[in-house]
Every structure is written in C-alpha cells, then in structure tokens.
C-alpha cells in the first residue's frame, strides 16, 4: 500500500511565498476544509496516511513535496531555493528515517521536490528559481550510483517543474508548451492542458486514477478523452498560495 506523507495547513499560510503571483488573501477555513478533501481522496485511492506535525510559524509547510526526494532506496532531503522554507525540513527527516536511510543536501546548491519529476528510473530535474545546477549536481550525486539517470530540464515562467507538467502514465505526459518541452522527454506522448487553463498540468496518478483539480473541467476532459478516470478534489485555495495536487504530499511504495 502506498504511504502518503501530509501537513495541514498552517496558520500563517498566508504569509507564504509568492514568485509569479499576486497576493490573494486565503481563508484558512476553506483550505483546510480542500486540504481535508484531498487527504481523504488520498485514502479513497488506496494511499495510508501519515501526518506530519503542523508548523504554524512556516507559511508554506503544507507542501511538503518541495522537502524531500524519495526513491525506494533514499530519501533525500532537499535545500529549498526559498530561503523562509528551510525549517521545514527537520521534521520530514524525523519521519521519513523511520522509512528509508535518509541523506540531506548541502547548502551550496539550491533544490525543491517540485521540480523532481520521476518516472521510473529518469529523473527530470527542472531548473530555475527554486532549483538550481549546483543542487542537481548534488542530487545526481547521490542518485546516480543507485542507477538513476538525473536529467536537468530548463524550464519556462513556471515556479516548479511540475507546474508545467506532471506525467499521467502509460507514457503520456500532461504539459503546458509555453513552459516545457516535450522534446526534453524521450518518447512520451504529449497531452496539452487546455490553453485557457495553464494551471490545469499538475495531476497526481494514483492507481487507475488521475487526481486532478475540480476547476479544470476543460483539461479534465482532454485528460478522460484520452482514456483516464479522473478523481476531481477542490484546490482552488492553496492554488491563491502558488500550491498544486503534487505540492501537498509525499507519496512512497
Ligand atoms: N507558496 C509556495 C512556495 O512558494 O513554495
């Protein structure tokens, strides 16, 4: 069964960092009551849930995605290029050692876990503002001896890699083209977001099912068309925090 890694959200969400949006005031009541959603949607596909303790005094702790790197064989724990991120780290550590042996990024490089799209033994590693080569240096270095081939990946106006695009499976990778290349993919098959809806790329495959964010029906239906069942949540709310489907969680095997 697979383990699914969450953190409520925190009181301060609202302080959160911000790199390509405008400030939005967030109710906390609607995005815990989303987050809540989301958790149990996790539940309903099969994942077990572990709770991370909340940090309210860390605005963005809900994504605890961007804070570790989990292979079967490693956690790597990872040195957010937002600098108000780094104390969330220690905790996910605590946990996660009690799951795999656990190694932790230097601070000469900069790295966050939603930018480490894996699929299978390819690691695509997107580069820009949170992300940087010294950190994917570091990270091959601890990867590629377990056999893992890390692939820097530059990507476009996107905060992380997976805003831009997430994979579905059966080779088909969900993407916006104005901020990724699918040529930067071997062999995967392309599937647009709709292009009113450049948000609508970050999905999470969880046994037969895609979950994917209830807004996005025009996605959604590009998504079904060509042939996946959907499992829409609400996330409208961490969305106002820069925050996708993959950002609020870790899931293992
Ligand atoms: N607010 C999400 C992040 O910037 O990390």
Redesign the pocket.
């Given at each position: 069964m697979p383990i699914a890694f969450v953190r409520n959200v925190s009181e301060s969400i609202n302080q959160?960092?911000?790199?390509h949006m405008e400030h939005e005031a967030i109710d906390l009541t609607n995005a815990r009551a989303q987050h809540a959603k989301y958790v149990e949607a996790l539940r309903h596909l099969g994942c077990e849930i572990h709770e991370f303790p909340r940090l309210d005094h860390q605005p963005?702790a809900v994504?605890v995605e961007?804070t570790a790197v989990v292979v079967p064989e490693l956690a790597v724990l990872t040195n957010p290029g937002?600098e108000s991120?780094r104390g969330e780290i220690e905790s996910v550590g605590e946990t996660l050692a009690a799951y795999r042996p656990v190694v932790r990024l230097g601070d000469s490089g900069t790295l966050e876990g939603g930018d480490v799209l894996r699929i299978d033994k390819k690691v695509h590693v997107g580069c820009a503002t949170r992300t940087d080569e010294q950190g994917i240096l570091e990270l091959r270095s601890h990867l590629e001896p377990l056999g893992y081939d890390v692939i820097m990946i530059r990507h476009g106006e996107a905060?992380h890699l997976k805003t831009a695009c997430t994979y579905l499976g059966e080779g088909v990778l969900l993407l916006n083209r104005e901020w990724v290349d699918i040529e930067d993919f071997d062999d995967l098959e392309p599937l647009e977001c709709h292009p009113e809806e450049p948000f609508a790329c970050n999905a999470i495959r969880i046994g037969d099912s895609v979950l994917f964010p209830e807004e996005f029906v025009r996605t959604r239906e590009r998504i079904e068309s060509r042939g996946f069942k959907v499992h829409p949540v609400p996330a409208s709310e961490l969305a106002k925090?820069?925050?996708g489907l993959t950002c609020s969680s870790i899931i293992i095997d």
């Open positions: 959160c960092e911000l790199t963005d994504f961007d937002a991120r905060l925090a820069e925050g």
